[in-house]
Every structure is written in structure tokens, then in C-alpha cells.
């Protein structure tokens, strides 16, 4: 009872925190794109490419910064596997179903669409849901929408973060430095020794961790990856005392600065979307084209197919209090990809104007995902309240 009430109130607080986080990251790129079309562009351009110890603050933000984003989603994903919605066969086999989906089915548009040109390596863009926005625009339908959905969008994106995060180790590391990585490995296995010693200071594990962080930078692997890694190896206790452990002490002390500091920095610095003349003939292209339809189109048929299938087949059970239509709904939502879109367009694409285009593409997916998911679970909710209104006697 006391484990049911801590995963609530945990809950609860996380869905409050992605809500505010969404709204957050909407007004510093609305700041980002305003600068960037300003008169002030230039400069504006010219700071992030600024050099510190070496790297360009852009560079800090998007391999340093983020791979404390990545902890975080580590951290989230490892309470989902030890007491949340993904700590059971039954609990997690309808988010993982709906999840491959939603990557398989975008990643496939976008293929299709851009199949023998260099722009078909942008595939993994359209894969991707960014939680915060997604449970953001589900949260402005307010007390009407079930905690059964709530749970079922975050196991989703939680598992569809994890595939980006495989999809970027195995198909975005270009050249493979084997003594960094070896060492970077050798730190993680030191790591989980530690943990397996029940050594539970944080003050050795991070310090290790950012010494890992500093191999995997070189090694050729995406730096961020070191954040799950260390997120992995913190020790974490599945009972009803875990709020007292170092994996849940590090999650808490993460969920403002990760939301309200980080991620605002990682928009700042990579929505400064330059909107010229042709910006409509850009959505057009076959990458562009690729990511909108991969997101608006791909991400609802893909999730809604594979969550059908998997409750029909019965290896899922439908979450209470939900219908087709909201599943549906909820698949629209998933189109929103935003923060990790943007990250992966950065790593798939070198071309400064093809990854401009590509970032406005999931902007305006995103955008359109947002709407149209809000529109549809609003009538959704609507026609299920007036349905269970009596009808008036004669």
C-alpha cells in the first residue's frame, strides 16, 4: 500500500514537471526564434559559437548539458523498470508494443520518402517523442482525462527515448576511437562493482562519471550516452524505501534544473531558426517532407496499429477507462518530437541549411501534432461525457 502511494505521489509530481517544463521550453523557443530573425541574428549566432576550454558553448550544451538530460531520462527509465509501469511482462508489453511502432512506422516514411538520397540517414528524426510536450498539451485537457492515459503516454515515451537512445549509438557513432571507448567501458564496469559493493555515495559516482563522460566524448560514441550509463550504475533500491536511495536522491535533485535550466538552454541554442523566403517550398523537400509526414502521419498509425494489434492478440490488456479513439489520440500526441528530434537531427545531418529546414519541419509537426491530438482527445472526452448523460424521460 505504502509502495502504491509513493509510485502515485511520484507520479504525480513527474507529470506536474514535464506539464510546466512543456510550457517552459515553448516560450525560450519562441525567444529563440524571434532573435533569430531579428536584427540581431548574427550576434546572436556568433555567441553560441563562443569557445570555452576548446568547445563552443554550443558544443558544451549539446554533448555536456545534455548528457545530464540523458541521466535524468536514465534515472526515469530505471524507476519505470524497478517499481513503475515498466516492472512487470504484463505492465510493459502494451507501452513497448506502441512504442516500436511509433518508431518503426515514421522511421519507414522517412526511408520510403528519401530512399537513395544522402538525406535518408535523417531516418531516426521522426522516431522520437519529447515527453515534456507531449504530456504538456495532455495536461490542458485538464481533470476529464484518466490517469490510465496519463500512465500509458509516459510508459510510451519513456520507452520510446530509450529506442532514440539506441538508435543513436548504433546508427549516428561515425568512427570508433577503441582505447577511449575501452576505457570509458572499464570506468562503467569499476561503476557497477560499486554498486554491487553497495558503495551508495554520490560523490564517487559522479566524479566517475564525468571522467567517463570525458572518454566517451573522445572515443567517437555521442558523449550523452554516458548520462544512461551512469544512471544505470547508480544504486537503486525496489522497495518502499527507495525515495532514500542515491538513484532517487540524484532523480529529485535533477527535475528543476534538467527542465527549467538545461533544456531552455538546448532550445535557446538550437531552435535559432532562421524563417527566410522559400521556408514553404523547404517543407517540400524530401527530408522535410520525411519528418512531417514520419511524425503527424507515421507516429499515430504506427502507435495506434501496434497498440490494437497487441490488445486484440492479447498480449495487452486496454488501460482502463480508455477507448479506441482516445488510444488514437494519445498515438497524435506522440507526434510531438521536438527536443529529441532536434538532437538527432544535429547528429544525422552536417549541412547547416538542410538541418535549419529539418529543425522548422518538427517544429511545425510538432505543432500540428500538439493541435490536432488536443482537438481529437477534447471531442473524444466530450462525446464519452455527453454519452453517459440520462437521457430525459418522456
Known amino acids: 500500500m505504502a509502495?502504491?502511494?509513493?509510485?502515485?505521489?511520484?507520479?504525480k509530481k513527474f507529470f506536474e514537471s514535464e506539464k510546466s517544463s512543456g510550457l517552459t521550453l515553448i516560450a525560450f523557443t519562441i525567444l529563440s526564434l524571434l532573435l533569430a530573425n531579428s536584427s540581431i541574428k548574427e550576434q546572436y549566432t556568433e555567441f553560441w559559437e563562443y569557445s570555452l576550454a576548446g568547445l563552443s558553448l554550443?558544443?558544451?550544451?549539446?554533448?555536456?548539458?545534455?548528457?545530464?538530460?540523458?541521466?535524468?531520462?536514465g534515472l526515469e527509465l530505471k524507476r519505470e523498470f524497478l517499481v513503475g509501469e515498466l516492472s512487470s511482462?504484463?505492465?510493459?508489453?502494451?507501452?513497448?508494443?506502441?512504442?516500436?511502432?511509433g518508431m518503426i512506422v515514421p522511421a519507414g516514411i522517412f526511408i520510403l520518402i528519401n530512399f537513395g538520397k544522402p538525406t535518408v540517414s535523417g531516418f531516426g528524426i521522426p522516431m522520437a517523442t519529447d515527453i515534456a510536450f507531449a504530456l504538456g498539451a495532455l495536461s490542458l485537457l485538464g481533470n476529464k482525462v484518466p490517469v490510465s492515459i496519463k500512465v500509458f503516454l509516459t510508459a510510451l515515451a519513456?520507452?520510446?527515448?530509450?529506442?532514440?537512445?539506441?538508435?543513436i549509438a548504433v546508427f549516428y557513432t561515425k568512427t570508433i576511437f577503441w582505447l577511449y571507448l575501452l576505457i570509458a567501458l572499464g570506468i562503467f564496469a569499476f561503476l557497477l562493482m560499486l554498486n554491487r559493493l553497495k558503495i551508495t555515495s554520490l560523490w564517487i559516482y559522479i566524479p566517475l562519471g564525468i571522467v567517463m563522460w570525458y572518454f566517451m566524448h573522445h572515443s567517437g560514441i555521442h558523449a550523452t550516452i554516458t548520462g544512461v550509463l551512469l544512471a544505470f550504475a547508480i544504486p537503486s533500491f525496489s522497495s518502499s524505501s527507495e525515495k532514500h536511495s542515491p538513484s532517487d536522491r540524484l532523480q529529485e535533485s535533477l527535475h528543476y534544473p534538467v527542465p527549467f535550466f538545461i533544456l531552455p538552454l538546448f532550445a535557446l541554442v538550437n531552435t535559432a531558426?532562421?524563417?527566410?523566403?522559400?521556408?514553404?517550398?523547404?517543407?517540400?523537400?524530401?527530408?522535410?517532407?520525411?519528418?512531417?509526414?514520419?511524425?503527424?502521419?507515421?507516429?499515430?498509425?504506427?502507435?495506434?496499429?501496434?497498440?490494437?494489434?497487441?490488445?486484440?492478440l492479447k498480449l495487452a490488456d486496454k488501460p482502463p477507462g480508455t477507448s479506441w479513439s482516445k488510444l488514437f489520440g494519445v498515438g497524435i500526441l506522440g507526434g510531438i518530437g521536438f527536443t529529441m528530434s532536434i538532437f538527432v537531427t544535429i547528429l544525422a545531418?552536417?549541412?547547416?541549411?538542410?538541418?535549419?529546414?529539418?529543425?522548422?519541419?518538427?517544429?511545425?509537426s510538432s505543432l500540428l501534432a500538439g493541435m490536432i491530438g488536443y482537438f481529437w482527445l477534447k471531442f473524444s472526452f466530450r462525446k464519452t461525457s455527453s454519452s453517459k448523460v440520462p437521457k430525459e424521460k418522456k
Open 273 to 312: 531558426i532562421e524563417i527566410g523566403p522559400g521556408w514553404d517550398k523547404a517543407l517540400f523537400e524530401s527530408a522535410s517532407l520525411g519528418i512531417v509526414l514520419g511524425l503527424v502521419v507515421g507516429k499515430p498509425i504506427g502507435i495506434f496499429l501496434f497498440t490494437w494489434l497487441s490488445i486484440k
Open 89 to 101: 511482462l504484463k505492465k510493459a508489453t502494451l507501452p513497448i508494443f506502441s512504442a516500436l511502432g
Open 3 to 11: 509502495k502504491a502511494k509513493l509510485n502515485s505521489q511520484v507520479f
Open 158 to 167: 519513456v520507452i520510446d527515448d530509450l529506442g532514440a537512445i539506441v538508435v
Open 58 to 73: 554550443e558544443h558544451w550544451i549539446n554533448d555536456g548539458l545534455m548528457a545530464v538530460f540523458f541521466l535524468l531520462v
Open 349 to 364: 545531418f552536417s549541412d547547416k541549411t538542410l538541418i535549419n529546414d529539418s529543425k522548422f519541419a518538427i517544429l511545425i
